[in-house]
């Protein structure tokens, strides 16, 4: 399948590239037990491993260690053999954005690719007063063509590794300054209570997750890890478009809780709006939440449905909602359309917007709206795209300063 027209006859493109490891592999978002095949790698003993795995977990994901260096409970010899070999590094910051209403977008170059242009992602930060979510990327592009969506207007490059992935939480608290020991950066619009500026992660960046199932899961476990950046996986969203198979094997294998994008009742709007329904339609989707492990009140199912102006926001759709999600544990969250160049979409009236979910509501479902943030910088749902791939060279120097003084 043609990989570069984007209209909405593709339901999923073909990645162009592959993942090329740089010369000297990073230890940042290796599983424990990955972590120890490196160490043996460098002659570690096996009955030492364990041990010196936590002495590394900890340096890196607590104290948030740059280098080996710095790890000073760690024996000079094993910090340099592990020097010689590995390093700890993350995506580095391009460009840094942050909205009139507190939101930062990074955008960020992944180390270890050769060619005439790196590979570049975008992840974003959205702090509220009790907590601050990190919306993390999966793939350099989006495998899916969702018609109201910025990000399905690209090219699939190719899918993260689980180290890019957890890379992209490390650079967001080396930019807020929370890790151990260090002083937390001092800006309006950041967590004023809780001790933790990121305490929620939401796999809703660009890419689809589960195309990208086993590095996702991975990054996961490690994003979850107690002795580490121990962010609970009641706190960590993945969002799909949809694809069926893998929802049963995520709920199994990584037991987040599970966001779906349905954004619309009939499966012939849906097949516009997400031309991944003419594979998976929505009675299977459906079938699939129904028998998603752990399902509970206590452990519900977001359903996402962006507000579209005469396209999918009438108060039949509403009620058809309803009818489509009886006996699932559910909330509906409501997000207005978030406009971008190009698209043929239009938000939904504010009174339209309040109607429907006073319709959700009534029906006993939470139906919360969500505040549109940072649509200045082009950071909002649906938005990501890495505009700043059109920044002049100069524009772009510019920009990355900025990200290094800031």
Known sequence: MSATPQTSAFVEKAPLEHYVPPAMPSLVGLTR???????????????QRKMRVQQLWH???????????????????LRAALAQRF????????????????????????PGETGARPHEVECVYIPETDRGTLCLSSQVGCTLTCSFCHTGTQRLVRNLTAGEIVGQVMVARDRL?????????????????????????????????????????????????????????????????????????????????LAVSLHAVRDDLRNELVPLNRKYPIAELLDACRSYPGLSNARRITFEYVMLKGVNDSIEDAKALI?????????INLIPFNPWPG???????????????EVVFNAGYASPVRTPRGRDILAACGQLKSATE??????RMALRAMAMTD
């Open 323 to 331: 009818r489509l999600l009886k006996g699932i544990p559910a909330k």
């Open 177 to 257: 300054g929370e890790w151990l020991g260090t002083e937390r950066v001092k800006a309006p619009g950041l967590p004023t209570e809780g001790d933790r500026f990121i305490s929620n992660i939401v796999m809703m960046g660009m890419g689809e997750p589960l195309y990208n199932f086993d590095a996702v899961r991975d990054a996961i476990g490690v994003i979850s890890d107690g002795d580490g950046l121990s962010i609970s996986k009641r706190r960590i969203t993945l969002s799909t478009s949809g694809v069926v198979p893998m929802i049963a094997r995520a709920g199994d294998e990584i037991g987040s809780m």
């Open 59 to 77: 340096w890196i994901y607590v104290r948030g260690a740059r280098d080996f260096d710095a790890m000073t409970s760690v024996s000079k010899d």
């Open 87 to 110: 390093t700890l590094a993350r995506p580095e910051v391009v460009a840094e954005q942050v909205s009139a209403d507190g939101t930062r977008k990074w955008l960020l170059r992944l």
């Open 343 to 357: 698209s043929k979409y239009e938000c939904s009236d504010w009174e339209q917007i309040e109607k429907f979910s």
């Open 33 to 47: 037990a990955e972590l120890a095949d490196a160490l043996g790698e460098i002659g570690v003993p096996e009955k």
């Open 390 to 395: 059109k920044l002049s060279a100069r524009e």
